[in-house]
């Protein structure tokens, strides 16, 4: 653990926030998925995600687990960093793969930004969730090419795309101070210096795209909160609610 | 090496004691799990491993299991276990030892390199089935000739 600047902190704890609540939103198809292979897949993909997260956390406050709970568990809502994209609860399983596809794209373009960061935690971690993430694109990747080449499907995750572009851009807006973590080598850019290349991606994958008519959701730098943020909180926390000492 | 090759060689071989959660029977130290002993003058040991993946939840078994292990170590005051970030694990950390038991008692197969698995039963290349198995580290292939269904693990 390093001492580290406030405006590191809120560069790691928004892409931790991300990463734990994609992750959990990712277990939340266990079961439910359209078929077994992928309960397998979102639980193991989810399972990496939290990992993650928990890796960030870590480089914030050390490797015990309480204050790693307290970070990740017990924060007012208005103290995370999240974006809307990961705080909102998918009803539909393509939305849901439409998601976890624009997610990874942008996180992959995300972990480069801590290759060379000035806190060697963070650089030894976007090494090594660079080798769990291929997997990951690669299960979004290998369902898409099937279901966008069939009509209904390929209509149904188009008209999910457009449901979900607005928020998958404010993905990229930054926290305060962003620009002082830059200055001091914590990530070498901006998240938004990616969404130039993540867009190529986006139109690479799903086809051409007006992106002068579709405007990012205003999260005031990640301030605001999704209106399903308080019920996914709260089932995260349901167990700890009612035992605050529970482990397993 | 550290002052004391002994006390080093004992704790080694406590951490190797350590069987794998999920294949009971195959050492850590087999898996590639451990990556470094320190070993100070007060005898407070520290022990580095390497996660499979950052989100396996049988980190914390493993982590206790290896600091019940090397405490019981005669001339041991206190141990520290840490999961490290860097390097990252990768099957060719696998010892060949562990590679031929995997095969042989739990008919898991490694996949090195490019080439498609081997199944343990007949030796046939195996073809992928999902990508993500019964547990994280391990994608689920069927044998091309006998049919087995074989389980891979790949980093």
């Known amino acids: 653990m390093s001492i580290l600047s406030p405006a590191a902190r809120e560069v790691i704890i928004a892409f931790a926030d991300d990463e734990h609540l994609m992750g959990q939103q990712h277990t939340e198809w266990i079961g439910v998925a359209p078929f077994l292979e992928e309960d ?45 994209l990961v705080e909102c609860t998918l009803q539909d399983w393509g939305d849901t793969l ?3 596809w624009l997610y990874d794209a942008a996180e992959e373009l995300r972990w480069q930004l801590f290759a060379d960061s000035s806190v060697q935690a963070l650089a030894d971690l976007a090494v090594r969730a660079e080798s769990e993430e ?15 080449t069939v009509d209904d499907a390929a209509g149904r995750l188009q008209s999910a795309l457009g449901r979900l572009l607005p928020m998958a851009l404010a993905m990229f807006e930054g926290v305060d101070g962003e620009t002082d973590a830059v200055a001091e080598g914590v990530i070498s ?4 210096s990616c969404a130039e290349a993540w867009k190529q991606r986006v139109t690479d994958r799903f086809g ?8 990012a959701e205003p999260s005031a730098n990640r301030t605001t909160r999704h209106g399903d943020f308080a019920s996914m909180l709260d089932r995260i926390r349901e167990v700890l609610d009612l035992d605050r000492s529970a482990v397993w | 090496m550290s002052q004391n090759p002994e006390l080093e060689l004992a704790v080694h071989q406590a951490v190797a004691s350590v069987d794998d959660p999920e294949y009971p029977g195959v050492s850590i130290v087999d898996l590639g799990l451990l990556e470094a002993i320190e070993i100070d003058e007060n005898g407070t040991i520290a022990i ?15 982590a ?14 206190d141990v520290a276990v840490t999961w490290l970030t ?5 099957v060719e950390r696998i010892s060949h030892d562990a590679r031929q038991q995997l095969a042989a008692e739990f008919t898991v197969a490694v996949e090195l390199g490019r080439r498609a698995p081997e199944c343990p039963r007949c030796g046939a290349p195996t073809v992928e089935q999902s990508l993500f198995g019964p547990s994280r580290c391990r994608s689920v292939h069927r044998c091309s000739s006998c049919q087995e269904t074989v389980e891979v693990m790949r980093s």
């Open chain 1, 40 to 84: 397998l897949a979102f639980a193991s993909i989810g399972q990496d995600e939290l990992g993650h997260a928990a890796l960030l956390f870590e480089v914030i406050v050390g490797s015990d687990d309480a204050p790693i709970d307290a970070i990740a568990f017990f924060r007012d809502a208005d103290d995370w960093r999240s974006c809307t």
């Open chain 1, 98 to 100: 439409v998601r976890h």
């Open chain 1, 134 to 148: 291929r997997f990951h694109r690669r299960h979004a990747d290998a369902l898409l090419d099937a279901l966008l």
């Open chain 1, 189 to 192: 850019a901006p998240f938004a």
């Open chain 1, 208 to 215: 051409a795209q007006d992106w002068a008519s579709i405007a």
């Open chain 2, 48 to 62: 580095g491993l390497v996660p499979t993946f950052s989100g396996c939840p049988a980190l914390a078994v493993i």
């Open chain 2, 64 to 77: 206790d299991d290896v600091t019940e292990a090397v405490e019981a170590v005669p001339g041991v005051l």
């Open chain 2, 86 to 90: 860097s390097p990252a694990w990768t």
